[in-house]
């Protein structure tokens, strides 16, 4: 999603294939005990069909007022924390 806000033009929507994949099976690829792909992946999980600029739009300006937030609260002197 973040890809169709910030390169829309890279985007090849027409070329979308829908992947999901159940989260027990999952669980070993989040949580990193297993590198291999799993078996009919198509680089990306769930739907990416539903993807939107609009919603890329949210995740980029959500994580960018997080890093800001964290910089900020970081930065601030040890007494003002």
């Keep these: ?3 169709l806000y910030v390169y829309p ?3 090849k929507m027409e070329s979308v294939r829908e992947y999901d994949i ?3 099976d999952f669980r070993k690829y989040l949580f990193h005990e297993d590198s291999n792909l799993p078996e009919g992946y198509v680089g990306s ?3 990416p069909s539903f993807a939107s600029k609009d919603k ?3 995740i980029i ?4 007022d997080r ?3 964290e910089c900020h609260d970081f930065l601030k002197p040890s007494c003002q924390r």
């Design 22 to 24: 159940p989260f027990d």
């Design 67 to 69: 890093m800001i937030s």
């Design 56 to 58: 890329g739009s949210r």
């Design 61 to 64: 300006k959500r994580m960018i």
């Design 9 to 11: 033009e890279k985007v």
């Design 1 to 3: 999603m973040p890809g």
């Design 45 to 47: 999980l769930g739907y």
